[in-house]
């Protein structure tokens, strides 16, 4: 019975961060209508800067690591924007044209990142040293701490979303664009902010799954996998569905892999995304935007 | 279409070969007729059908090793193999494009990705059924034709047979099935499903049908690259594969005849020539793609077309 709960605290923990992650995701998806597949890739982003300021050359601690992070993260999205999706959106085939256009960009980013870090995988070290003893399950307090920070940022963000001008803008934006530009809202700039935060919630996340997993140059397309298995899961466009698909995901994983094996986990996933997409295309809540 | 293009390109290649002194050269050709019949494939489903597709690299490798394991464990007329691989790989597309029936363009998108990202992993756990895990295939057997032995060595033997192919192959989808009904069809579904199903366009038999063929006529090209190459291995469908294809694509252009192919010789030749610059190339890639998708996004065909002859106007769902 304890492993089993200590199977379950695992999931739970993924869930937390893997929502993190498919946050962001979602975010793109349902305000910009793009499907950004260099997240995974800024995932890994997020892990080299923390990497480069900590344990790589400046040895700054944790706080002050996520302190230079996420504006840097904020201004790379904000940027990312600008440059290369902004420009497409005039052109016929818009959509599969941002999809190659992220696409290229992934593999700009990944390359960039081999050739400046190498191949290897980089370590960084956990939040906090030590473990923790709840009720006779043993929980290191690097998941704790995760697992707290990752619950706190979901928290901010739905506060966000609900009450702060930009959030509500961008739900404005992901139901109608027509309709939240005829109300005054400057849709470009909601593009770039959306992109932005997406890449801080993608860097985060990859902050904190790095002394897990680990950071290499392709290391970012597991979870990217796994994020739109879990947006698709939830439904595109729906950001409570992500919330409770990312949990029920990562708990399913932490039990395929305590049973069956790690080396199974992405066939798992695959066949997870295949069985949701004949069953129940649009997900659990998911919402039609078009 | 620009039929006479293709008939100047192929008398003229098929000319060019015996005067073609470097192996290197021929090497190189070689490899863009493969290509062009993956990249014309790949033309087939996402620039005439409108299908977001990117598990083109799956029917590849698919081709690739279902040849290489029928060539080593049985003992199989290549002729013979080659039609048993496409029929494999056609089933292979069937299967890929049932669950993309009901989806959503970016849906589509995002499951064929899922198949290719998965595909790796899937052919590593899959050593116990012969796959040969991650370091793959070798000593696949040459090609046997009539009795000749094509070695790899043997580059003007292969650059005929895959001239051959790649002509035949083109041919067929640019000019026999596309100028025809099921072209007509992919094309009606690409630009307004709805009205094409008013029109009775039955849209789930033209897309499983249009991912059938394109999957057979890349798969057969995979057969080649395996039997070519003679090893086989999950690097295939690495991202530097997916880049390149891509790329041609993004450079040819998409749904305009000769983009697709001509988008195949010139990044194939362009690869190699960047072969000089080391770990950058990857690098150079991934940013020619960048750079191709924003500032040409119709490619390189469409620059120099007249717009009348531009078959693909802007599809106004998308808008």
Redesign the interface.
């Known amino acids: 019975m304890g492993q089993w709960l200590e199977v379950l605290a695992g999931g739970i923990t993924q869930g937390a961060i893997y929502c993190v992650f498919a946050f962001g995701l979602s975010l793109v998806?349902g305000t910009t209508r793009i499907?950004n597949?260099a997240h995974g890739s800024f995932y890994m982003v997020g892990g080299y800067l923390a990497w480069v300021l900590s344990v790589g050359y400046f040895g700054f601690s944790y706080p002050i690591v996520f302190l230079i992070v996420v504006p840097l993260l904020f201004l790379l999205g904000v940027a990312v924007e600008r440059?290369?999706i902004r420009?497409?959106r005039w052109?016929?085939?818009?959509?599969?044209?941002t999809?190659?256009?992220t696409?290229?960009?992934a593999?700009?980013i990944?390359?960039?990142n081999?050739?400046i870090f190498g191949p290897g995988e980089k370590l960084l070290p956990p939040l906090a040293a030590g473990t923790l003893s709840i009720g006779g399950l043993v929980v290191s307090y690097h998941k704790v701490l995760v697992c707290m920070l990752a619950i706190g940022i979901l928290a901010a963000l739905e506060l966000f979303l609900t009450y702060a001008q930009y959030g509500q803008a961008m739900r404005a934006v992901a139901q109608d664009m027509q309709g939240a530009s005829m109300v005054g809202i400057n849709v470009n700039q909601i593009f770039s902010y959306a992109f932005g935060l997406s890449v801080v919630l993608a860097g985060i996340a990859g902050i904190m799954l790095a002394p897990i997993y680990l950071i290499s140059p392709?290391g970012g397309?597991?979870p990217?996998?796994k994020a739109?298995?879990i947006v698709?899961f939830g439904g595109?466009g729906s950001t409570r569905g992500v919330f409770y698909s990312a949990f029920i995901l990562a708990i399913i994983e932490s039990f395929v892999i305590f049973e069956i094996g790690a080396?199974?986990t992405?066939?798992v996933?695959?066949l997870t995304?295949?069985v949701v997409?004949?069953v129940r295309?649009q997900g659990l809540l998911g919402v039609r935007t078009? | 279409m620009n039929e006479k293009y293709f008939w100047i390109g192929l008398v003229a290649l098929v000319a060019l070969g015996p005067f073609v002194g470097q192996n290197y050269i021929l090497h190189v050709l070689i490899l863009c007729f493969i290509w062009s019949m993956v990249v014309a494939g790949w033309d087939l489903v996402?620039g005439y059908a409108g299908i977001?597709n990117f598990a083109q690299l799956v029917f590849f490798a698919a081709g690739a090793y279902a040849s290489a394991m029928i060539a080593i464990s049985l003992d199989l007329p290549p002729l013979e193999a080659i039609f048993i691989t496409a029929i494999i790989v056609a089933f292979v597309g069937l299967l890929i494009g049932l669950?993309c029936l009901?989806?959503?363009?970016?849906?589509v998108?995002?499951?064929t990705?899922?198949?290719h990202?998965?595909l790796p992993?899937?052919i590593?756990?899959g050593r116990p059924w012969g796959t040969g895990g991650s370091t793959g295939l070798m000593g696949i057997p040459p090609f046997e034709i009539g009795g000749y032995t094509l070695y790899t060595i043997d580059k003007l033997p292969w650059y005929y047979l895959t001239l051959t192919l790649a002509a035949v192959a083109v041919y067929t989808i640019y000019f026999v099935i596309l100028p025809r009904k099921w072209g007509r069809a992919f094309v009606c579904i690409r630009d307004s499903e709805a009205f094409a199903r008013s029109l009775g366009v039955n849209d789930y038999k033209y897309k499983l049908l249009v991912f059938m063929v394109s999957a057979a006529i890349t798969g057969v090209a995979g057969a080649l690259y395996a039997h070519y190459i003679g090893v086989v291995t999950p690097s295939i469908l690495e991202?530097e594969f997916?880049?390149i294809v891509?790329l041609m694509l993004?450079v040819g252009g998409m749904g305009l005849f000769p983009g697709a192919v001509l988008g195949a010789f010139i990044i194939t030749i362009g690869n190699e020539l960047l072969r000089g610059v080391g770990?950058?190339r990857?690098?150079v890639?991934?940013?020619?793609?960048?750079v191709s998708?924003?500032l040409f996004?119709?490619g390189l065909t469409r620059l120099f077309a007249r717009s009348a002859a531009v078959m693909?106007?802007?599809?106004p769902r998308?808008r």
């Open positions: 998806y499907m597949f440059v290369v420009p497409l052109a016929p085939n818009w959509k599969t044209a999809m190659m256009a696409l290229g960009l593999f700009v990944d390359n960039l081999l050739i392709l397309w597991p990217f996998l739109f298995v698709v595109l080396t199974w992405m066939p996933w695959l995304l295949l997409l004949i295309p078009d | 996402m977001v669950p009901r989806l959503r363009g970016e849906y998108a995002l499951f990705f899922a198949v990202l998965a992993s899937l590593r756990q991202t997916f880049l891509m993004c770990e950058y990857l690098l890639l991934g940013v020619a793609v960048l998708v924003v996004p119709n693909r106007p802007a599809s998308e």
